[in-house]
């Protein structure tokens, strides 16, 4: 008796913060822009550019008005639960679905993620009717939705730009600076230096300044996946559209770096180096953990330098 009188004693505070103040029940967050209430009149989905297992980092801010405004279907939720490989498989799909077809399902809004995603919408959706809204903090993808831009839409969109690659500099890249040059196709490496390739397809976003017609070489510093033991688990990779590399990672397990040479004559104001990736296989698939991503390479760093 007198250890359940203790523990209650101990649990009473946490109790009545639950129970009687309900402190575990944020204020909701009022999205007040009309723009949001168009979205359940005129789409079947609400969804993210990039699905987590458990989509926390927005949900807190949209929870309100999902849940009171006639949102059909989203994959923005807190679950206990959430198959990885459907969620991979989700991110892959709208990264092919972009690439390829230079649209957006007409069925769904987005909320674009982070401005590296922006950044590559922006580019490949460019002479689509898309429309983009910053609205309460975010950024939103409409299709169908163009003739409804603002004139503040339209400047704010203006300013969203690939960051500039400076000369003999080199980058070191991390997932938690997705802003800046990394589109679709990127995943953490556990808070470690360096992003894993995830999916079939990764893109690289950046602008190169004052080049004075100089030819470049550009020197990726990577490690290879080496959970996939597939004989094709091949890379090729493109700037600008253009096969630049193909190298097969199985036979090549221990690369560290790989050179691209880039002429000046192929240099545009922005620049997409796209990596495409066959035979991918992931942890889950080699049973070596229950990460579903479906990764290739590793990539550390980066130089552009003159040749």
């Known amino acids: 008796m007198t250890i359940l009188l203790i523990q209650f004693l101990d649990l009473s505070p946490g109790l009545k913060n639950y129970f009687l103040y309900k402190k575990h029940i944020g204020e909701p967050k009022i999205l007040t822009e009309s723009l949001w209430k168009e979205i359940p009149k005129n789409f079947e989905k609400l969804r993210t550019t990039y699905l987590f297992n458990n989509y926390g980092p927005i949900f807190l801010s949209l929870d309100y008005f999902i849940g009171t405004h006639g949102i059909q279907k989203t994959d923005i939720v807190l679950s206990a639960s959430l198959p990885r490989s459907k969620a991979a498989l989700a991110r892959y799909g709208l990264a092919k679905k972009i690439y390829y077809e ?161 002429d000046y004559n192929e240099i545009d104001k922005e620049n997409i180096i796209i990596f495409k990736f066959n035979n991918l296989k992931s942890p889950l698939d080699t049973f070596s953990s229950p990460d579903a991503r479906k990764l290739g390479i590793l990539l550390k760093s980066l130089k552009i330098t003159k040749k």
Do not use: C
Not at 139 to 145: E, H, I, N, S, V
Not at 218 to 224: G, R
């Open 102 to 262: 230079k649209k957006l399902p007409a069925d769904t809004a987005y909320i674009v993620d982070n401005l590296g995603h922006l950044k590559q919408i922006k580019y490949y959706l460019k002479n689509t009717d898309t429309g983009f809204f910053l609205r309460d903090d975010f950024w939103l993808a409409l299709p169908g939705k163009k003739h409804k831009m603002s004139i503040n839409d339209l400047r704010e969109l203006e300013k969203i730009t690939f960051n500039n690659f400076e000369i003999n500099k080199n980058y070191e890249l991390n997932f938690s600076e997705k802003n800046k040059y990394l589109g679709f196709g990127w995943s953490h490496n556990f808070s470690n230096t360096g992003v894993w390739s995830e999916g079939n397809l990764s893109f690289l976003l950046f602008s190169l300044d004052n080049l004075n017609k100089n030819d470049l070489k550009l020197t990726l510093n990577i490690e290879t996946f080496k959970g996939n033991n597939n004989k094709n688990f091949n890379l090729e990779i493109y700037f600008n559209d253009k096969l630049k590399n193909s190298i097969n990672l199985n036979k090549n397990r221990n690369i560290k770096n790989i050179y691209i040479d880039l």
